[in-house]
């Protein structure tokens, strides 16, 4: 049987690590081939992540940086000439919900080829988020769907979806840190940067709504300016939050402060071990609200809504309108120990990509 995973960026490649281990120790006839678009393209947010992993893709697009449009159009002319050379598989697995995933679901879908969809089903609600339309366009035209946590399945069954393919099997990107944990523990990001001795927050941040605009960008300097005084701050600073930075003339402010520690984006390792180790996170992102949630670790996403809820439900994520006064108020419970601790969703437990070939086996 032949299973073609098509990834494109940082956290497809985090949700894949274990297929190909998997595969060999569950049927030696399932041939794993990733095929990697190049969406994330560099050395920083693509190679080292290979290296790290052991993952060299088998097959590379290479498409050019453009826009969402052109990158999609490329990908499916590219994936179409691969397919032509090497041969039809018997499913397409795309995760997430990112460009490259979409391009896939529509290749699969004017080729006649079953489709499989990691994270199926997460639903934001957000028409706003470009993710979004990804995730539901792919979804309209998933075969097999492999949810991470029970808010799918309700979405899927009030999209009336096949139920006898919908499949909840959990999250693939905790079989990595499940993994890899030997790996993240002795990282020696901590020491690198200073922090070993010291209470640290962890930030990402860099969603447009977050630093496109310069009156939140001054918010974001003032959320900054107050952690900074009882803790270290490690800033984990997108390029384009750079960018901003300086065109809204803000970056001084960023430079200057002597408790915030900007780093350019790090390997998987390193960023774990941050997450380990953190008092809290602050946070945009969506991925982190995982890894925190399995850790943990308190994390406070400045977002109206998330596509993860189980991470709020159940987890140790919290969600709030980005009003500087509320995440004070949410950083003191934090400190004087009311905070919620959370738990670890169901099978979040490293057996997920197993648990996903093992429905496929079935159906060969």
Known sequence: MKIYILIGTRPNFIKVTQFKKCAN?????????????????DEKMADVFFRQFNLLPDHYLNISPASANKQIAEIMIKLEDLVN????????????????????????????????HIEAGLRSFDKTMPEEHNRIVTDDLTDLFFLTEPSGIKHLKEEKRDESQIHFVGNTMIDTMVAYEKEIEASTIVQDLGIND???????????????????????IELIDHVSVNYKVVFAIHPRTIKNAKEFGLYDKITNNKNLICTEPLDYFSFQKLVKNC???????????????????????????????????????????????????????????????????ELWDGKATERILKVIAKIK
């Open 198 to 220: 010291d209470k640290f927050v962890l930030m990402t941040m860099h969603r447009p709504a977050t630093v496109d605009n310069k009156m939140e960008f001054e918010k974001l």
């Open 25 to 41: 120790e569950l049927d030696p006839n399932i041939k794993i081939t990733i095929i990697h678009t190049g969406q994330h393209y």
């Open 279 to 345: 008092s809290f996170i602050l946070t945009d992102s969506g991925g982190i609200q995982e890894e925190s949630t399995f850790r943990q670790k308190p994390c406070l996403t400045l977002r109206p809504n998330t596509e993860r809820p189980v991470t709020v439900t159940e987890g140790s994520n919290t969600l709030l309108s980005f009003d500087i006064e509320i995440v004070k108020s949410y950083i003191k419970t934090i400190e004087n120990g009311t905070y919620k601790k959370g738990k670890i969703p």
């Open 85 to 116: 050379e090497i041969g039809k598989p018997d499913l397409l697995l795309v995760p997430g919900d990112v460009n490259s995933t979409l391009a896939g679901a529509l290749f699969a879908n004017k080729s006649g080829i079953k489709l499989g």
